[in-house]
C-alpha cells in the first residue's frame, strides 16, 4: 500500500512533534518526518493522523 495523499497537501503538511515536513514511508500507509523526531504517522482511509501520542517513534 502507498499514501494517496495530493501532492499540494504533502507540501503544506508538517510534522506536530517538531515542524519538519513530512514524506510518504516505503511500502506503508504512513508519513514519517524528516525533520529533528523522525516520527512516523498512519494514514487511515487517505487521512493523516498526525497526532504525537498516536506516532511510532524512530528505533533507537
Known amino acids: 500500500m502507498t499514501v494517496?495523499?495530493?501532492s499540494w497537501l504533502l507540501e503544506i503538511l508538517a510534522c506536530p512533534n517538531c515542524g519538519g515536513d513530512l514524506r510518504p514511508a516505503d511500502d506503508a500507509d504512513e508519513l514519517?518526518?524528516?525533520g529533528t523526531c523522525h516520527y512516523v504517522y498512519?494514514?487511515?482511509d487517505d487521512i493523516?493522523?498526525?497526532l504525537v501520542d498516536e506516532a511510532?517513534?524512530?528505533a533507537p
Do not use: F, G, H, Y
Request: hydrophobic share 55%; charged share 25%; glycine share 0%.
Open 4 to 6: 494517496k495523499l495530493d
Open 32 to 34: 514519517a518526518c524528516v
Open 42 to 44: 498512519a494514514v487511515r
Open 48 to 50: 493523516p493522523v498526525l
Open 56 to 58: 511510532r517513534a524512530p
